[in-house]
């Protein structure tokens, strides 16, 4: 299926598996890279040196494209695009908009830029300063999320830019492609679809949790970190809508110095980082740092397998989700799918 993003990026499929901390490495996304879709892999969760390594260890396992998903805030920005350009990627994607500068520089040098936006505005933004394509999330998606449904936001997106828009929150199946597409998008990004692969590296138990798990037991908090958060309702979710502010700042400190022995950063790098995270919003210090260690929540369920002390980001579609098919089996079926959904739509019309 040839869409406008097939062309920018050069995949088969117009498909993008998205860059999920701890989860979107090597092995995940260079079998969506084999599939035909475009592989993003995640880099925030990475110290510079083990970003290198990663890249060269996707293109090890594949000759299709793939790109890297990069934090625009980030202290380290510089040296992670310094590695992106040494190691030849092609595409940067990005969850929060990066500066007319930075897409300036990744342009020059031939790179595909792509941020994540989750309002019309901040599409028109990005576009205004250059950027090849964007990838709208709808409240549906997992991890940070916005309230406006996907059905609503994406043909806002698409009415307003003139670069190709791939549509996220909410796709599973070829039917959802389809319907993107019908909307004027240019492809679909999943998640916490490609998350529940058999090429994903989350333990085992965890994927039997979210395959367990119905719409219902996906929920938005901000309890984590002060931001809107949709994931899976675990035990630390519970606990930390219920903890007062002492215990939720212990716990938070506790966690926020394994983050920084894992990742290298100083102190005052993972306070800054954690800062950022504000955009203009009142958050407690306890949120701050807890936004600076989501990252080793994250880890402790999608490396450790501890559903009861990590986070599970996840978007609506995990209530819908029953199997785990490999990365080439999903894509194959997605476009199977979207191929009989068109024949029928083609029947109503003759």
């Known amino acids: 299926m040839e869409t406008a993003l097939t062309r920018l990026v050069g995949v088969r499929r117009p498909i993008v598996q998205t860059g999920m901390g701890w989860v979107a490495g090597p092995r995940l996304v260079s079998a969506a890279a084999n599939a035909g879709a475009l592989g993003i892999l995640a880099s925030a969760t990475m110290t510079p040196d083990h970003l290198r390594d990663a890249i060269r260890e996707v293109r090890s396992r594949t000759d299709a494209p793939f790109g890297v998903n990069l934090r625009a ?46 309002a019309r505005r ?68 999943m998640g916490t679809r490609f998350l529940l692969t058999s090429d994903s590296t989350v333990p085992d138990a965890v994927k039997a949790r979210y395959l367990a798990a119905t719409v219902r037991d996906v929920t938005v908090t901000r309890a984590v970190d002060g931001l809107p958060h949709r994931m899976l309702r675990t035990e630390l979710v519970d606990a930390l809508e219920r903890s007062g502010r002492i215990r939720t700042l212990a716990h938070a400190a506790r966690r926020a110095a394994g983050f920084r022995r894992l990742s290298g950063l100083t102190w005052r790098q993972l306070i800054r980082d954690g800062l950022a995270t504000r955009h203009g919003k009142e958050l407690t210090w ?65």
Not at 293 to 317: I, W
Request: with cysteine; glycine share 12%; hydrophobic share 50%.
């Open 73 to 118: 805030d980030a202290g380290d920005a510089a040296d992670r695009v310094r590695i992106m350009l040494e190691e030849g990627v092609r595409v940067a994607s990005f969850a929060l908009a990066p500066s007319p500068e930075l897409i300036a520089r990744l342009k020059e040098a031939g790179v595909v830029v792509i941020p994540s936006v989750g």
């Open 122 to 189: 901040h599409a028109e933004k990005v576009a205004a300063w250059g950027a090849d394509a964007v990838i709208v999330q709808g409240g549906e998606g997992g991890g940070h999320t916005g309230e406006v449904a996907t059905s609503v936001l994406l043909p806002q997106v698409v009415d307003a830019v003139d670069i190709p828009v791939v549509a996220a929150g909410g796709f599973f199946d070829g039917r959802g492609l389809v319907a993107a597409l019908a909307y004027g998008a240019a492809g679909v990004a």
């Open 286 to 350: 306890s949120q701050v740092l807890l936004a600076a260690n989501t990252p080793m929540l994250l880890k402790s369920a999608m490396v450790d397998g501890r559903t009861d002390l990590g986070v599970m980001a996840s978007g609506q579609v995990a209530g819908v989700i029953d199997d785990l098919p490999s990365c080439a089996e999903l894509v194959e079926r997605i476009e199977k799918e979207a191929e009989e959904a068109l024949a029928q739509l083609a029947e109503l019309t003759d």
